[in-house]
Nanobody, 120 residues
Framework: QVQLVESGGGLVQAGGSLRLSCVASRSISGINDVAWYRQSSGKQRELVARITGGGITNYADSVKGRFTISRDNPKNMIYLQMNSLKPEDTAVYYC??????????????WGQGTQVTVSS
């Protein structure tokens, strides 16, 4: 089972940018979809961005045009570039493999995530 470890979070002012990274414990070349989720205090975890093995992406409406997901298979890395950050983007961000049956579920277990805090 591949393990995914997130990093790159931090404190940033509104309008700023951050780049999150996710390193996999083994090759992701054979893995289809990977995604970034987030969970803010008192809210359910939500899928933010998703990328297929072929590089097709989709995004939550709330981040469309501001966030970009990418993957580097040879480096076993998944990234989330976040621009024009807003205070409502404040959350713990997780990298995971969406389950084929529903993106509400994941393959494997949740990692520790990385905290992103956007100040106004």
């Amino acid at each position: 089972q591949v393990q995914l470890v997130e990093s790159g979070g931090g404190l940033v002012q509104a309008g700023g940018s951050l780049r999150l990274s996710c390193v996999a414990s083994r090759s992701i070349s054979g893995i289809n979809d990977v995604a970034w989720y987030r969970q803010s205090s008192g809210k359910q975890r939500e899928l933010v961005a998703r990328i297929t093995g072929g590089g097709i992406t989709n995004y939550a409406d709330s981040v469309k045009g501001r966030f970009t997901i990418s993957r580097d298979n040879p480096k076993n890395m998944i990234y989330l570039q976040m621009n024009s950050l807003k205070p409502e983007d404040t959350a713990v961000y997780y990298c995971a493999r969406p389950h084929p049956s529903s993106s509400r579920f994941i393959i494997g277990s949740w990692g520790q995530g990385t905290q992103v805090t956007v100040s106004s």
